[in-house]
């Protein structure tokens, strides 16, 4: 006879985890939330102040940073990378992220370390105040190493109908705003993990720096959307946008439409030492790098002129650093570095 614990599946041990993390996902929910923990599905009502609701959806994950996490076992980060990469997605289509799912796939389920994974989870939506409905932890012995994981996420935005970032009202002489990034958030670790594998060893100390390499690689993102929900209170960009793969050239120009060019000026920023020491290592073009990290800013704003020390102060008072780095011009449609 074989049982699902023979073929590597142990129920008991998913029980164990639900234990420990019931607390956990609710402390995420306020009164908004419809339904019970472990049950099947689990709703939000729609907060109050919206006449035209319009919900938005956004999917993600945090990519091969998750690889560097398990090698390393800091895995306290990476719910904060993977709440940014959802709700800074809706909140560049103007919407306030309120709620999430997770979904996180397991060789061999290890309570200890999935819970860890679900605190950080859950310590990313208490800070963003987004409602952790649920989620799912899926083993999948001899499919995954039993040591291996992967995290995702999907992400419920709202916004009154009507005032969605208009990506047509971008024009020339409007203001690119860029909200700075410290670390590399949750892309191209592909090309980090090759360079690491070659040159960068990940339990030795980061070039130039009294810092473990594991640490500066894994530092978590900051997650924007609060910000940008303050920055919508107060004025209407024309164009936002969240940069992660494809960098500033392919994320700024999925706002721009025909006859506007974005001309952003490299010496408006401080690109900071861990892109360098990667660029270096690597031997990586800067082009290459540009259209593969940050870069050191991870979000963009266009506004018009007008708007451009209200866009500013929007972030200031999160404590979240941006800076002028360039303008909308005329010409064919595309970004340019300087």
Known sequence: M????DSGVNLNVADELVDRIAWRVTSTWTEDVVGNFGGFAAGIRIPAGFEHPVLMM????????????????????????????????????????????????????????????????????????????????????????????????????????????????????????????PNLRSNGFSLVRAIAAKSLPLDGTFPDTDTPTAEVLLEPSIIYSPAVV??????????????????????????LPEGTRAVIERS???????????????????????RTFNMGIGFTCIVSDGDTDATLAAFEVCDIEAAVIGRIVEGGRGVEIR
């Open 230 to 255: 303050n920055l919508l209170a107060r004025v209407r960009p024309h164009g936002l946008a969240h940069i992660t793969g494809g960098g500033l050239p392919g994320n700024v120009i999925r706002v």
């Open 58 to 181: 956004s999917t993600d994950g945090v990519g091969t940073k998750a690889e560097v996490a398990r090698q390393t076992g800091l895995l306290e980060g990476l719910g904060y990378d993977l709440l940014a990469m959802v709700a800074d997605d809706l909140a560049a289509a103007g919407a306030q992220p309120i709620a999430m799912t997770d979904y996180i796939a397991v060789g061999k389920l290890d309570v200890d370390r999935v819970e860890t994974l679900i605190t950080s989870i859950t310590d990313a939506c208490n800070d963003a105040d987004v409602a952790l409905l649920g989620g799912e932890t899926a083993e999948h012995p001899g499919v995954m190493p039993p040591d291996q994981f992967d995290i995702s996420a999907t992400a419920l935005g709202i916004v009154e109908f009507g005032e969605e970032i208009d990506t047509s009202l971008v024009a020339p002489g409007d203001v690119i705003v860029g909200v700075k990034s």
């Open 2 to 5: 074989t049982s699902y614990k």
């Open 268 to 290: 408006r920023w401080e690109v900071p030492h861990v892109f360098k020491v990667i660029q270096r290592l690597g031997d990586v073009p800067l082009e290459d790098m540009f």
